[in-house]
């Protein structure tokens, strides 16, 4: 009877793997196709300044509606980044989002500076770094328009381009945030080597600070002092992303961070009603 059972839950393992496979490469075959059918859209959250409530960026978030639904960017990036669509999907991003920021410098007063998240990969293709300027140029757009969110995780290669890559931009004038950070596994060490402008704190650091007790508001609390007061003392600002709560901005207030996204403001949003409700007409 046990080897019975023992064969009966192969089995089922083997249809459940089957499944998973086959749910696996239909969604590649989907993505693949996702921007000549337009399925792919950018959408757009505002960065607020904590001090005085000021929309002064927005972060552009990849949205991908595929059979009446959207499929989160965390289900599908991966994938794209397994198989190399990333090169494809990372330009279509650039090209969209860029244009878009040329679009509303021209039609609003004083718009948001426009953040762009990079993966890693897009920087194993040399030329990252030239591709972006030439857009830049292309649109007549000014560098400080554009920031380009990475994580720590561009270091995976050290001998590799990226550093080289991300001065470019830098010195070009475009802006770099550290994306995710507190989630990754390096040293502080390379903070020092990185020639980013700002720090962008993980929301699972923020969910907490005003949380229940048993998610032990004050460590978190400590945790997001001690990396505000060390961003500042290397001249970054700070970004809090997840930011629900009245609670958690008052907190974020009395640390003195500068800047917040999170579903207390608003969601990410397409570029329309992004518009409507955070631009100023010229
Ligand atoms: P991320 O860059 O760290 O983006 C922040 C995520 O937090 C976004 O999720 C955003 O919608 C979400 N978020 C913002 N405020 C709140 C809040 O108050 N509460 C909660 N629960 N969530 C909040 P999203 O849009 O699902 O994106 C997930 C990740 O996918 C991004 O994390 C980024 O790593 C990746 N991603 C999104 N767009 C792109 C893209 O164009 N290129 C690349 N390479 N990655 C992208
Ligand atoms: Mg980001
Ligand atoms: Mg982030
Ligand atoms: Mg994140």
């Known amino acids: 009877a046990a080897k019975a059972r023992g064969g009966a839950s192969c089995h089922f393992f083997s249809e459940q793997m089957n499944e998973r496979l086959q749910r696996r490469m239909g969604l590649e075959a989907a993505l693949r196709n996702a921007i000549a059918t ?3 859209e950018l959408h757009y959250q505002p960065q607020v300044s904590v001090t005085d409530g ?20 965390d289900h599908f990036i991966p994938v ?3 198989t190399g669509m990333i090169h494809a999907i990372g330009d279509w991003v650039l090209d969209t989002a860029i244009a878009q920021a040329a679009r509303w410098r021209a039609t609003y007063a004083s718009p948001p500076r426009l ?36 994580t720590e995780s561009v270091l995976i290669q050290p001998e590799g381009p990226a550093i080289g890559e991300l001065r ?21 060490s390379y903070l020092r080597n990185l020639p980013v402008n700002r720090l ?3 929301k699972s650091f923020i969910f907490p600070l005003a949380g229940s007790s048993t998610d032990n508001p004050e460590d978190a609390a400590a945790i997001v002092r001690a990396i505000i007061a060390m961003a500042h003392s290397l001249s970054l600002s700070v970004v809090a992303e997840g930011v629900e709560t009245a609670a958690h901005l ?12 999170g579903y207390l403001l608003s969601p990410a949003l397409p570029a329309g009603q992004f518009a409507d409700r955070f631009l100023e007409p010229n």
């Open 54 to 73: 000021r929309v002064v960026g927005a972060e552009a978030l990849l949205r991908w509606r595929h059979d009446g639904r959207f499929i989160p960017p």
């Open 200 to 202: 962008k704190i993980d």
């Open 250 to 261: 008052h907190t974020l207030q009395n640390m003195g961070c500068d800047l917040y996204q």
């Open 38 to 40: 337009g399925e792919l």
């Open 80 to 82: 794209a980044e397994e």
């Open 115 to 150: 953040a762009i998240n990079l993966s890693p990969r897009q920087f194993w293709h040399s030329g990252l770094a030239r591709g972006i300027i030439q857009r830049l140029q292309n649109h007549d757009l000014p560098p400080e328009c554009i920031e380009l969110e990475i």
């Open 168 to 188: 470019v931009l830098r010195q070009h004038g475009l802006h770099l945030a550290l994306d995710d950070f507190g989630t990754g596994y390096s040293s502080l």
